[in-house]
């Protein structure tokens, strides 16, 4: 058996994670928003590219960190 103070730190190092990954994907595309709108003199392009790799980051990734570190069904 496992013990359940290990389990239970590794699952709050893994939400931390996760919550950070979202928050560095909203960073993201706020960062791209700045530069599509020219407030940050960098071209477009990479703009729309922060934007999208930002939504990446957001939506997709979480889903596939929370799959690999699904627990083993019984």
């Not at 103070?5 to 931390?16: P, S, V």
């Not at 700045?34 to 392009?45: F, H, K, R, S």
């Not at 999208?52 to 799959?67: D, I, K, N, S, T």
């Amino acid at each position: 058996m496992t013990d359940p103070q290990l389990t239970e730190d590794a699952a709050k190092k893994r939400f931390f994670l996760i919550s950070m990954t979202r928050l560095s994907g909203a960073i993201l595309v706020m960062l791209g928003i700045l530069v599509v709108n020219q407030n940050i003199d960098w071209p477009a392009m990479v703009g729309y590219v922060l934007i999208v790799v930002g939504l990446v980051e957001m939506f997709y990734l979480p889903l596939v960190l929370a799959r690999r570190w699904r627990s083993p069904d019984e």
